[in-house]
């Protein structure tokens, strides 16, 4: 297949043109716009529908009406635009719609900066909006993963009536790199008979509600979910791992620092230190029982956790899995800094010193 | 003309409303009856007056009444 | 024997929660009226708010999707615009539409959104127990403002039938009430033509109804309805707000 050189923003609005995206509701927010700008362009020309909203919590909102008419629908900001989608993103989870959003990460808080974070990994992974949802995330590292995941994302989402975001710090966004198109594994999906799409020969109606106002019912609604979100947890988790086989420092990090991290191995490695680094692929579900099994291993000495954020949020879930057995060390910039290859060196050097 | 106006009145809140749009004011709240709500329903005080208009029917916000001619 | 009058088939037979004398079961089955003498209760797709119709989904024998609070119109968008040739409808009451949710109706008005929204004003919050409405009037006991709504506090109530015809989307936007038959009547007619206009493809339509809560207003239903009349019509006025001849409108 001949390689394309395509914008991250641009490649993942295409992406879901070619995933059968039926509509797209967004609003401007740096470092996203091109996505909603690629898709008024385009979206409509392939049969579907682009509308721009007057705010992300509109956007989100349309979202929830056309999935829960039975659409493939999506919606991409950035930051301060995702925590706006809050409240539709709680309610889709409620009405178990499917539909892709997408984060282009900026950093925070507040109008932080227009430069690329991975502050919002609490926000995603645990849920900005209210109750007991989750929300399967995905987390590109590249340009290519990224057009790969959004892809899949429809059908995840279909799969499980329930929303799937694609998490990436904003350089995967703004970033142009040769991409492949190629196929993405395809699911069986079952047909959305319970869409409003009007009654017509049905002998019911088809109602999109998050609302239980029996407490029992409410609570076996939400035991429901639950159960969704096991299978999620247990079918859905991808990670990647590499040199970690014999690693004695783990390095933990997704999207744009795991990528400087192989340069960082790399060095360690050519100085003779065995260093290997853990990728969460779905930040949730987090691949805590791969990461459990690696603080497990005798040859495993420390973690190192490097994200775009000054407090770290990703280490948390570094921590649950890790269980205390091995120290994790955290290594982190916020503002747009990016963590480099000379640091992770260094800290990872530090780790092991710390052990030895 | 032979009307017959039919009230569910276990779902009538006699909120009264009937009875103001009532051209031959023979709709009224049967105070003798308490329904299972706890209301005292409406009902039609003499049914041979009923020109079948529907009025008592159409303001009905719980639509629970019928009225049919012959 | 013939049927002169029954209950819409256009409802389902699920009991009505609204309290005594509430318009709200009226504005309900003139909805649903219009919508089987139009032929599109199959077609139709429904969205209600939050706020004391949030159970409309029950109760309309239509597809309904319940929205959060205020976001009907943007949700309506997503539906309408995937599903054009459907009759997409909102149904929303004052707290929802004109306050929490007045930018999503602002912008589906601009945008000549190709739906009807039923706008039931009652000049408060009726589920959450009588608070200020920006539609609650000058004067006017509410839970959070006790004493009356004073214009220094919380400004001139909004009339949004009036502020939503400014803009060139809305085609048509009309303010009734169903105190009487007669009102009754053109408030029905009123809702027919909405839907009418909309399946024409004539742009976006408004009804504002003004409707009663006597139980947050601390009337008997009778009594309600008189001051509706006293004080409601006379600061919202009842009639056609803005209407576009159909070969004036941009249809699409």
């Known amino acids: 297949m001949e390689k394309e050189l395509w914008k991250g923003n641009e490649a993942i609005a295409e992406a879901a043109i070619r995933a059968g995206c039926d509509c797209f509701f967004g609003y401007p927010i740096t470092p996203q716009s091109e996505v909603p700008e690629y898709m008024s362009a385009h979206l409509p020309k392939a049969g579907g529908v682009f509308v721009q909203s007057e705010s992300e919590v509109a956007a989100i909102n349309m979202v929830y009406g056309a999935a829960g008419a039975g659409m493939r629908a999506m919606t991409s900001s950035s930051s301060p635009g995702i925590s706006l989608k809050q409240e539709g993103i709680s309610y889709i989870a ?28 609490y926000q995603a992974t645990r849920g900005g909006g209210n109750g007991d949802y989750r929300t399967l995330v995905l987390s590109p590292s590249n340009v290519q993963e990224a057009v790969d995941y959004v892809q899949e994302a429809f059908d995840i989402a279909d799969q499980y009536r329930n929303p799937v975001m694609v998490v990436m710090d904003g350089l995967i966004g703004q970033m142009m790199e040769p991409i492949e198109w190629h196929e993405v594994p395809k699911r069986d999906l079952a047909p959305k008979d319970w869409a409003t799409t009007g009654r017509k020969d049905r ?11 029996d407490p029992e019912e409410c609570d076996r609604h939400n035991d429901h979910l639950a159960e969704k979100y096991a299978a999620m947890e247990k079918n859905e988790v991808r990670w990647s791992e590499t040199d970690c086989d014999d690693a004695e420092v783990v390095i933990t990090a997704y999207g744009t620092p795991a990528r400087i991290a192989l340069t960082a191995i790399e060095t360690l490695r050519s100085e003779g230190l065995k260093v290997g680094l853990f990728r969460p692929i779905t930040l949730w579900p987090f691949p805590e029982e791969a990461l459990r099994k690696l603080a497990k291993s005798d040859h495993v000495k420390a973690f190192v956790d490097v994200e775009m954020s000054s407090t770290g949020q990703m280490i948390d879930d570094v921590r649950l899995a890790v269980e205390g057995r091995k120290p994790v060390h955290y290594l982190g910039h916020a503002g747009g800094v990016m963590p480099t290859v000379e640091e992770m060196v260094e800290a990872a050097k530090k780790a092991l010193k710390e052990v030895k | 003309m032979t009307a017959k106006v039919t009230f569910n009145s276990d779902r009538c809140k006699g909120c009264e409303l009937c009875t103001t749009v009532c051209p031959k004011h023979i709709v009224a709240i049967d105070q003798t009856v308490i329904n299972r709500k706890g209301y005292h329903p409406a009902h039609v005080t003499d049914i041979t007056q009923c020109i079948a208009c529907a009025s008592c029917a159409k303001i009905c916000p719980d639509s629970i009444i019928t009225v049919e001619k012959f | 024997m013939a049927i002169v009058y029954e209950k819409s088939k256009g409802l389902t037979d699920v009991e009505l929660h ?20 139009l032929g599109l209760l199959d077609d139709a797709i429904g969205v209600c708010p939050v706020g004391c119709s949030v159970f409309a989904y029950k109760y309309f024998n239509c597809d309904m999707q319940e929205a959060a609070h205020g976001r009907a119109p943007a949700v309506a968008t997503g539906i309408k615009r995937t599903h054009p040739h459907q009759a997409v409808f909102t149904y929303q009451g004052d707290g929802d539409l004109a306050s929490i949710g007045a930018a999503e109706i602002v912008h589906a008005a601009m945008r000549g959104e190709k739906f009807t929204t039923i706008f039931v004003n009652n000049a408060i919050y009726g589920m959450t127990g009588g608070q200020m409405a920006p539609t609650t009037l000058i004067g006017q006991k509410a839970t959070t403002c006790q004493t009356g709504r004073t214009k220094e506090q919380a400004g001139m109530p909004i009339r949004m039938a009036e502020m939503l015809s400014t803009l060139d989307g809305c085609v048509y936007a009309e303010r009734v009430c169903v105190t009487d038959i007669a009102n009754i009547n053109k408030a029905k007619k009123a809702i027919k033509k909405a839907f009418q206009k909309q399946m024409n493809g004539e742009g976006f339509t408004f009804i504002e109804v003004l409707s009663t809560c006597p139980t947050n207003w601390g009337m008997t239903p009778l009594k309600a309805v008189d001051w509706l009349k006293d004080n409601m019509i006379p600061y919202y006025p009842l009639g056609v707000i803005k209407e576009v001849a159909p070969e004036n409108a941009e249809v699409k």
């Open chain 1, 94 to 121: 409620g009405a178990e719609l499917p539909c892709v959003i997408v984060n282009c990460m900026r950093g925070g808080p507040g109008l932080g900066t227009i430069q690329p974070g991975q502050g919002d990994y």
């Open chain 1, 203 to 213: 002998d019911h109606n088809n109602i999109i509600n998050s609302l239980y106002m």
């Open chain 3, 18 to 37: 609204y309290c005594p004398g509430c318009n709200h079961g009226i504005i309900h089955k003139l909805v649903a009226e219009s919508l089987v003498e």
